[in-house]
């Protein structure tokens, strides 16, 4: 599903940039070029709600994966 309409990003896009690690408003819109001049800036919020979900889906299955005994 696309969630910003004037860059053509889905959130498959979105969900690797929150694994990546970034989550900061300021640095999604830097890394996602939503500064351009063709873009609204509409998708900031939820763009930013999707990359937060992502990290803490990935941190999540980092603390649940099986650990080593030996
Ligand atoms: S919908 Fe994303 S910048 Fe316009």
Request: with cysteine; proline share 1%; aromatic share 2%.
């Amino acid at each position: 599903m696309y969630v910003c309409l004037c860059k053509g990003l889905t959130e498959s896009d979105i969900h690797r940039v929150g694994q990546a690690g970034i989550v900061e408003a300021e640095k999604l819109v830097e890394v996602l070029g939503l500064n351009d001049d063709e873009c609204c800036g509409r998708c900031v919020r939820d763009i930013q709600e999707l990359a937060d979900l992502a990290t803490r889906k990935l941190a999540l299955q980092s603390s649940n994966s099986p650990r080593c005994r030996y």
